[in-house]
């Protein structure tokens, strides 16, 4: 029996009241981003309140998918920094609670988002898609409102400039009132100059009403029997004249029909119907259009020329012909023409008999024929691409349903794991780390999204392209966080790097406030002589500057313990004599390198691994470059080493005197 625990119940209330702020929060600023882009298509057209709340009522819907994954991995990072903050993560796991049965009432409730956020992209959104594309279309055909700038034109009236010198803004009129109509064309404006005027709209709103008074009127009489060093005119000085402009000031609604063939108007059902539909359209218009190829003369690549018929034949058909073309030779071009049977048509030869008018006809009938073709198939090309960028288009929206719901689920994995791990709640470091993944997962998203519309990639393939990346991220994240171990341990990592690419540290001993037992000044030097001497006879047994021999090196299974034991020494020799009191000894130790044995052996212990490596030439080659570099930089060090000893001999020697 389903038992729901206090535990379950603490860990709902903790998640929700943080997903509810957080849902609304990102939905206010997708809205915001939103509004931005359309800000322009609003400002100055008088919507009624009406328009506008149907405006954001439709966007919200609209932006409600995208919104809870973001919401989702808010929420879990501020909840279990906060429990991670507060140590009630580490009480829970102390009472023997793992962080997967943490989880398991919020995997149910995000299993239940990701059903509504299906819901909303599957059902609601195609219905609030449609209306408010088609509010957005009709709010750009909406007619700016009325308002006439003082000292400026205005030209938002279709057909018309306006300019106005001076408004009183307390009984309307206008002064200084010049109204430009363009509708009749440049050649025959028709100008309108008055001292003072009154302007309002009809009741229909229709149509602007204009009052002129004290002005006058000038107009061209243009016709195309005129020419233009003589053009009439008619001019008229009135007291007062009327005129009516027509300027649709109301607000009308498109028809909704216009989204009907768009993928976002569409739900799962429909984008498949469709797309199989436009996948039936793509290969019957390939196939027509391979028919028709093939009738123009073009062949497969591959396939063998077939019989040509009359004027229409190769040179290499000719060629391979053992009977010579002597009836083209002596029959005429017009009676060439009037041949209805199937002939092999030597085309050289055809033009080589033709006279230079004829020449110069079949050259630009060539011409032409080529012009049509290319134009021909650069309109099929066109009508191919369109149909398939729209065919793309609905599957990559059919994905899409499905990728943006499992967003959600992957978003808790993540953000559960980065909370137990970072440890912070708040809206400090989570809202930082929260952003920066949701641009990554936008980043990776939109690529595998343009890459799948281009037909770059496979629909599947750019569309999950964002769940392949992410969900092992989450599954990583979430192992690492319920054992409680280290993401990236960087000190590891640097010392890995360091150790393959063979950069090591120098030596850094300073003067140690207490020594316990003081060096060996009396044995010291007899020993550092004989290691000396012991580091001469491996250079010279190892002929290490010489280039190793390939096989043996790779078919070699015994260790190079002689250089761990030289090693071993210098380290031991170092610790011994860095009790001393001397400063100037202790520069000398400095001056020894730190050695890195292995380096210029075989890279594995496993004797096989390294048979395969060196069979694998290219693997095997940069190992073995490798490992020739190492033996020389081994030498130059043991060289060094016995520079030192001599130098510390000298300076022990120096101290006993």
């Known amino acids: 029996m389903l038992r729901i625990k206090k535990l379950d119940i ?23 981003q939103f509004l931005w882009k359309y800000v322009d298509q609003m400002v100055g057209k008088g919507l009624d309140v009406t328009v506008l709340a149907q405006f954001f009522i439709y966007a919200g819907l609209t932006l409600v998918p995208a919104s809870l994954p973001l919401a989702v991995l808010l929420a879990a990072l501020i909840t279990f920094g906060n429990f991670g903050e507060r140590f009630e993560l580490m009480a829970m796991k102390a009472a023997g609670v793992s962080l997967l049965q943490i989880l398991r009432p919020l995997v149910v409730l995000i299993g239940f988002v990701c059903v509504v956020s299906f819901y909303f992209q599957n059902v609601v959104g195609p219905y609030a898609q449609s209306k408010l594309w ?44 010049l109204i430009y109509n363009f509708q009749n064309g440049f050649d025959n404006a028709q100008i309108i100059y008055s001292d003072s005027a009154r302007m309002e709209l009809t009741a229909d709103k229709q149509h602007l009403y204009l009052h002129l008074f004290d002005g006058e009127e000038f107009e061209n009489l243009r016709s195309q029997t005129v020419s233009q060093q003589s053009v009439p005119y008619r001019r008229e000085s009135f007291k007062e004249k009327h005129a009516l402009i027509e300027f649709d000031s109301n607000f009308n609604m498109m028809d909704e029909g216009i989204m009907d063939n768009q993928s976002i108007s569409k739900n799962m059902a429909q984008l498949e119907a469709d797309a199989d539909s436009m996948r039936l359209v793509v290969d019957s218009m390939g196939i027509v259009n391979f028919n028709d190829a093939l009738r123009n003369g073009y062949q497969p690549v591959g396939s063998e020329p077939a ?54 006809k079949f050259i630009s009938n060539a011409f032409a024929d080529v012009a049509q073709l290319q134009a021909d198939w650069s309109n099929k090309e066109v009508n191919m691409k369109l149909l398939q960028n729209n065919m793309r288009r609905h599957q990559t929206a059919w994905h899409e349903k499905l990728t943006l719901s499992l967003a959600c689920m992957i978003f808790l994995f993540i953000g559960v794991a980065l909370g137990g791990i970072i440890r912070k709640g708040g809206l400090g470091m989570p809202v930082v780390i929260s952003v920066l993944i949701f641009i990554f997962y936008y980043i990776v998203n939109n690529t595998g999204l343009k890459m ?96 190793p021999n390939y096989l043996r090196l790779w078919m070699g299974t015994e260790p190079d313990s002689e250089a761990e034991q030289i090693n071993e020494t210098l380290e031991g020799l170092v610790e011994e004599m860095s009790n001393t009191r001397s400063g100037h000894l202790l520069n000398v130790l400095n001056n020894y390198p730190i050695l890195t044995t292995g380096a210029q052996e075989r890279p594995f212990k496993n004797h096989w691994l390294n048979l395969a490596c060196g ?35 000298y300076v022990i020697d120096s101290m006993e005197k």
Not at 513 to 520: H, K, L, S
């Open 615 to 649: 069979i694998f030439v290219p693997l095997g080659i940069f190992f073995y470059i490798r490992i020739w570099i190492f033996r020389l930089r081994l030498q130059k060090d043991l060289e060094a080493i016995r520079s030192v000893n001599k130098e510390a001999v």
């Open 10 to 32: 603490f860990i709902l209330k903790s998640f929700c009241l943080l997903f509810a702020g957080t849902f609304f929060i990102c939905l206010f600023i997708f809205m915001m």
């Open 452 to 547: 799948a519309r281009e037909g770059r990639w496979l629909i599947w393939s750019g569309m999950w392209l964002s769940t392949a990346v992410l969900a092992p991220i989450g599954a990583y994240l979430t192992y690492k966080s319920n054992n409680d171990s280290v993401v990236i341990n960087l000190d590891q990592i640097m010392l890995a790097v360091k150790k393959f690419l063979g950069i090591r540290s120098k030596r850094s001993l300073a003067r140690k406030e207490v020594i316990i037992e003081d060096p060996n000044y009396a044995t010291l030097p007899a020993r550092l002589t004989a290691f000396s001497n012991q580091c001469a006879a491996y250079m010279e047994q190892n002929q290490l500057k010489r280039a």
């Open 134 to 177: 088609t509010l957005v279309l009709s709010m750009k055909q909406k007619s700016p409102e009325l308002d006439i700038p003082e000292g400026a034109f205005y030209d938002q009236i279709p057909g018309y400039n306006l300019y106005v010198g001076h408004k009183d803004r307390d009984t309307g009129v206008l002064y200084d009132v």
């Open 307 to 360: 019989l040509k018929t009359r004027g229409e034949s190769t040179v290499d058909e000719a060629e391979k012909s053992s009977e010579p073309a002597k009836p083209l030779y002596t029959t005429s071009i017009s009676q060439i023409e009037h041949i209805s049977t199937p002939l092999r048509i030597n085309v050289d030869s055809i033009y080589r008999i033709a006279s230079l008018d004829d020449r110069e």
